[in-house]
């Protein structure tokens, strides 16, 4: 891809939130979901976010990802601040440098696996044609090459989740944030799906966040941050520092 | 930021991008066929409802003025100072002619009778019919589209002739044929031509005759004459001379083109036409907005999630409204397309039968009700567009 997004030096951050708060209104009441969070992500490395329901997890990756605006704190998703951007400016961020992988997969019923991987190709100026070679090509690396005109429909949810995944790298992007991607999918299909990830998304200038409840997929993690009541409790991996392991 | 660029920059290829998510957003509405056919049907509804009833009310209104279109020689129309409508003349004295005569600047003047009378069919029953009587010598007055006889045929004994519509009233399952002969106010008339005259407002039968014959075959009473149909030497001068023949006379003299707008005039004002017309039309608006509105919001509320995808990818609201607006211009095309051929197709089928003749598809109707089919289209977007703009992207993390 020739993007003019900056190389990420392995190793480097690739994620930083420093104090992130975010509060949502619930009636007559005001629910603080993220009190203060830090958390950081790195080049090359495989970062979980895990924790129970409610923690803050999705909330967190929505605000790192751009879609969502911290009401507190500095958020700098691949040396850009995300705080200070607005409306397309932020589409543009997220079309250029963001992939994601939703539980729910969201392909689009109408359009074939090719087309549907094609998408961030196509909607950011690259001929139809163009995107589904792309991305007939990443979806033969996921083992989908028999499959690339077939409708979602006709793809069992681990395939589904293959060409969610395809879409979400095919325009190589530097940061991939999945939102339990394999919480729809078998034990057998999720390490599948986890090798495959670890496999095509990774790279030493990438990185990837996982959101997940899945114990079962904890040994592809480079990272690991425990999440509870809005804050990182527990850091734990390869790469963590003592003086880090406990935010 | 880190060196190398701004993180917001994309190479983007425009036109490919705008091609390519229209082609995406038009898969989108071919994908759920049930909607999509939904919309054009309720758009081609709307627009058959509205090209029917529009071209049929523009049609009726024409049909008022038939006589008077069919009299296009004339430049003048005189009449008595009451007479709102050629529907209803009030008789003039036959001196009048003489005077409009003698009016100056006047080319020619000859007398123009019309009244309703009724013909007994050949199945016993009494049909109304509209009898024009025309200068006797000039014959000033009488359609020129002839499909069987001639103008000159009109000057033989007890000659009238009559509209292919009269004729299969009076004859009906037979071929249109001359002679004839009819019973007019107990007098005999023999049928020497037929003549294609504009379809009328208030009858299907029309008979055209001399003057001096046409005051026989009805009984007005002393006074028969109901127009003077006058021509002035210079047409440049057509309404001085007009105005003249009113001030010297003391009677109504108005340019043609004035006559049809003041009997058109009293077909609005004086029936349930237009209001009931414009009823049907606006509930063809309101059907379609309705329709193609409901249906619309709900294949967006269908695939709101899928929006709100395209906009966590990183798809601008800018392009979503292009997405939007090009399926909905698609539905309104396609709508408006089916519509119109089935308008038309009605109009070439019905219009061949003698109560529906003359009725067709207006070239300006057909303009007026793509604007109208635009307008429901959008009226009935805008709600959903308001969704698709304001779907939270963030909803794609929630299960």
Redesign the interface.
């Known amino acids: 891809m020739?993007?003019?997004?900056?190389?990420?030096p392995p190793g480097a951050i690739a994620v930083r939130c420093v104090g992130v708060e975010k509060s949502f209104a619930a009636g007559e009441t005001n629910v603080r979901v993220l009190r203060g969070t830090d958390f950081t992500a790195r080049a090359g490395e495989m970062t979980f976010l895990v924790g129970p329901s409610g923690c803050g997890k999705?909330t967190l990756?929505?605000i790192i990802?751009a879609?969502?605006s911290a009401d507190a704190g500095s958020v700098e998703v691949?040396?850009?601040d995300v705080r200070r951007?607005r409306?397309?400016?932020l589409?543009?961020?997220?079309?250029?440098?963001?992939g994601?992988i939703?539980?729910?997969f969201?392909l689009?019923?109408?359009?074939s696996a090719a087309?549907n991987a094609s998408?961030?190709l196509?909607?950011?100026?690259?001929?139809?044609r163009f995107?589904e070679r792309a991305a007939a090509a990443l979806l033969a690396r996921l083992g989908l090459e028999k499959h690339l005109h077939k409708m979602p429909a006709q793809l069992s949810g681990g395939q589904q989740q293959r060409v969610a995944i395809a879409?979400a790298l095919v325009h190589a992007p530097r940061l991939v944030i999945c939102?339990?991607p394999t919480a729809s999918l078998d034990a057998e299909s999720g390490h599948t799906v986890m090798e495959l990830l670890r496999e095509v998304a990774l790279a030493p200038d990438r990185s990837v966040i996982i959101v997940t409840h899945d114990t079962r997929i904890f040994e592809f993690a480079d990272v690991i941050h425990h999440m509870s009541d809005g804050r990182i409790e527990r850091i734990e991996g390869k790469s963590i520092a003592p003086s880090e392991a406990h935010a | 930021m880190p060196p190398g660029g701004d993180l917001c920059e994309y190479e983007r290829l425009s036109t490919f991008q705008e091609i390519g998510m229209l082609v995406v957003a038009l898969r989108m509405l071919f994908g759920d066929a049930t909607k999509c056919l939904g919309l054009v049907f309720g758009v081609a509804l709307s627009t058959l409802l509205l090209c029917q009833q529009v071209s049929i009310f523009f049609g009726l209104l024409s049909r008022a003025a038939s006589v008077i279109d069919d009299a296009p020689e004339a430049d003048i129309w005189v009449m008595d100072p009451a007479v709102k409508t050629i529907e209803v003349p009030y008789p003039l004295r036959d001196t009048v002619l003489q005077r409009v005569r003698g009016v100056e600047g006047v080319a020619w003047a000859v007398p123009f009778f019309k009244a309703s009378t009724q013909v007994r069919t050949r199945r016993g029953t009494l049909d109304n019919a509209t009898m024009i009587g025309v200068d006797d010598v000039s014959l000033a007055g009488v359609p020129d589209r002839f499909l069987l006889g001639t103008l000159d045929d009109l000057t033989l004994p007890d000659a009238i002739a009559i509209n292919p519509a009269g004729f299969r009233l009076l004859f009906p399952g037979e071929e249109l044929d001359v002679g004839r002969e009819l019973e007019l106010n107990d007098r005999r008339a023999r049928i020497v031509a037929i003549v294609d005259s504009s379809p009328a407002f208030s009858a299907n039968l029309t008979i055209y005759t001399r003057y001096s014959l046409a005051t026989r075959y009805t009984n007005n009473g002393r006074n028969t004459l109901s127009f003077v149909l006058a021509k002035a030497a210079d047409p440049s001068t057509t309404a001085a001379v007009a105005d003249r023949i009113a001030a010297e006379m003391g009677l109504k003299a108005v340019e043609r083109a004035t006559f049809r707008r003041e009997t058109i005039g009293y077909i609005l004002e004086t029936t349930g036409i237009p209001a009931s017309f414009g009823t049907v039309v606006l509930l063809g608006v309101l059907i379609g907005i309705a329709i193609v509105g409901l249906t619309f919001n709900q294949f967006v509320m269908e695939n709101i999630r899928q929006y709100a995808a395209l906009k966590a990818i990183g798809v601008r609201n800018g392009w979503l409204l292009a997405m939007t607006l090009a399926q909905a211009a698609f539905v309104a095309t396609v709508g408006y397309g089916i519509g119109l051929a089935a308008a038309a197709g009605f109009f070439a089928t019905a219009g061949q039968s003698d109560a529906l003749r003359g009725f067709r598809l207006l070239p300006e109707v057909a303009v007026g009700v793509a604007v109208l089919a635009g307008v429901i289209v959008l009226l009935a977007t805008t709600v959903s567009l308001r969704r698709v703009f304001f779907v939270d992207p963030a909803t794609v993390f929630r299960g």
Request: hydrophobic share 45%; proline share 4%; charged share 20%.
């Open positions: 020739d993007h003019a997004a900056t190389n990420t999705t990756i929505s990802g879609i969502l691949l040396g850009f951007a409306g397309g400016r589409a543009d961020f997220r079309l250029a440098n963001l994601f939703f539980q729910q969201n689009l019923p109408a359009l087309e998408l961030p196509v909607a950011a100026g690259r001929s139809t995107g879409r939102d339990e």
